[in-house]
């Protein structure tokens, strides 16, 4: 998640310092991404210093200890505008846990353990979407309302492919399961021009 690039757009609007960050991150973003840890906040601070993206600088404080002040470098804006011009992958392409579990729930060829899998995770999806619908009704920022919106479709496309592996995998009372389970591909036999292999089959 280029985190880091967030917190330089919250820079270029002017300096601020670690929990003011923290704070307008949070209320920027919207309560579907949950808190953002200080500590990690602070390493991302530290790193943009290194690269010079950003200048700290200590302000003293009559009765707290010293606060460090961040503010944007020219470097930094520059980094700033090439990532808002450039697109989004997805950050993990398209590995996800549910699908492992897919996986291995047809390779089982078990009807009933992938109907306890794909029943499972439409449960979390339906109570993720009804909680994401309540933060939404509830939400004044129109910015984040159009990211809790985003956050809703991304669950519902995940609710899409438990219906699509339902229909594909449950369709037929089990058959393809145990065409799945019984076509296991055999292992394949050692190279034989691994150091050894000439000597272990003479």
Do not use: C
Not at 19 to 46: R, T
Not at 164 to 184: H, Y
Not at 188 to 198: H, I, L, R, Y
């Amino acid at each position: 998640m280029a985190i880091q690039h967030a917190v330089l757009a919250l820079l270029a609007r002017g300096p601020s310092y670690g929990y003011e960050l923290k704070g307008e991150f949070e209320s920027a973003v919207g309560p579907q991404w949950g808190p953002l840890n200080i500590g990690h906040l602070y390493q991302i601070l530290d790193r943009l210093s290194r690269d010079g993206l950003v200048v700290a600088e200590r302000q003293p404080q009559p009765v707290k200890p010293d606060r460090v002040v961040y503010e944007i470098t020219d470097d930094g804006r520059a980094e700033l505008d090439r990532w808002l011009g450039a697109p989004s992958p997805r950050s993990g392409g398209f590995r996800d846990d549910f699908f492992l579990k897919v996986t291995a729930a047809a390779r089982s060829g078990s009807a009933s353990t992938v109907r306890g899998v794909l029943g499972n995770q439409r449960g979390h999806l339906l109570r993720e979407l009804r909680n994401l619908d309540g933060l939404r009704r509830a939400e004044k920022d129109p910015v984040v309302v159009l990211l809790l919106a985003a956050a809703s479709r991304h669950v519902e496309a995940d609710l899409a492919f438990v219906d699509d592996a339902e229909s594909v995998l449950l369709a037929d009372g089990g058959t393809l399961l145990a065409t799945i389970a019984a076509n296991r591909r055999p292992a394949e036999p050692p190279a034989t021009d691994e150091p050894g292999a000439a000597r272990a089959a003479g």
